[in-house]
């Protein structure tokens, strides 16, 4: 019987990535405050690649890709396109019957 530990972690994606669109450096007409918010197949995998380095200790090697990704969440929850707050009024205003 295997010890419990590392070897006995898998990491994988959710879903399968086959209808998933390839990679995200191929889209040049995309605004670059969304595409930083965005993982497409290409991506995922090196998402995979970090989860695996940091389960295995190697946190100074993902130091960057993890500023990066605070960034983006930061980026996300302050932007106007996902923050109106004309709608969080709206949204505040209703009620249980509603």
């Known amino acids: 019987m295997a010890k419990l530990g590392t070897d ?3 990491i ?9 669109p ?4 191929k889209e040049k007409k995309m605004d670059a405050e969304v595409l930083q918010w965005l ?7 090196a998402e995979l690649d970090v989860l695996k380095n940091l389960a295995n200790g190697n946190l100074q090697q993902n130091c960057e890709q993890f500023t ?13 396109r ?3 707050p004309a ?12």
């Open 68 to 80: 990066k990704n605070q960034q983006a969440i930061e980026c996300k929850k302050t932007s106007k």
């Open 22 to 25: 390839y990679d995200l450096d």
């Open 39 to 45: 993982a497409f197949a290409k991506q995922k995998l």
């Open 12 to 20: 994988a994606t959710s879903c399968s990535l086959l209808h998933c």
């Open 8 to 10: 006995n972690v898998f």
């Open 82 to 84: 996902t923050n109106n």
């Open 87 to 98: 709608v969080r009024q709206r949204a505040s205003n209703l009620k249980a019957a509603d």
